[in-house]
C-alpha cells in the first residue's frame, strides 16, 4: 500500500494530518505497536519539516508486511551541514516557528532515532530528500 500527501509550508492548521491518516493505515493492516509508533513519530516529524522550513512536499508512506519506508520530499532552502542539523536542539527555524511551540531542532534526531536505516540527500537551494525505514519486527521491538 502506497499513501501520498501533499504537504503546504506554514500550513500549521493541517499539520499532523499525514502522520494521522498514515497511523490509520497501519492500524487497519495490522502493524505492531512499536512499528506504528516509531512510523508515526517519523512521518509527524518529517511533516513538519516540510511545513517549518520548505514551501511545499510531498510526505509518502509504503506500507509493506515487514517494513514502512517513509519518504519526505521538499522543495525548500534545503541543508547545508545534514551532520549539523541531525544533532538535538539544532535548529533554523525562524522566531515566530519557535514562538508557537515548533522548531526546537528536534526532528531530525527524531526521526533518526525512530529509524532502522536513514537517507537524506540535500541540496541547498533546490530542498531536502528524507527517507526512512522502520522494520515491523515479528516481536514489535
Not at 85 to 106: C, D, I, K, N, W
Not at 115 to 125: T, Y
Amino acid at each position: 500500500m502506497k499513501m501520498e500527501f501533499e504537504v503546504r509550508g506554514m500550513d500549521f492548521n493541517r499539520a499532523g494530518e499525514a502522520a494521522a491518516q498514515i497511523k490509520k493505515a497501519l492500524q487497519m493492516v495490522g502493524m505492531k505497536i512499536e512499528t506504528i509508533r516509531k512510523t508515526v513519530i517519523v512521518a509527524y516529524e518529517a511533516e513538519l519539516n516540510i511545513v517549518i522550513h520548505a514551501h511545499k512536499g510531498i510526505l509518502s508512506a509504503v506500507l509493506l508486511p515487514d517494513r514502512v519506508q517513509i519518504t519526505a520530499a521538499d522543495e525548500g532552502p534545503g541543508i547545508a551541514d545534514v551532520s549539523l542539523a541531525l544533532q538535538e536542539g539544532y535548529s533554523t527555524a525562524p522566531p515566530h516557528v519557535r514562538e508557537m511551540g515548533f522548531g526546537a531542532g528536534m526532528g531530525l534526531p527524531n526521526i533518526q532515532r525512530c529509524s532502522d536505516k536513514l537517507d537524506i540527500e540535500s541540496r541547498p537551494g533546490y530542498g531536502t530528500t528524507v527517507t526512512a525505514v522502520i522494520i515491523n519486527r515479528p516481536g514489535g521491538e
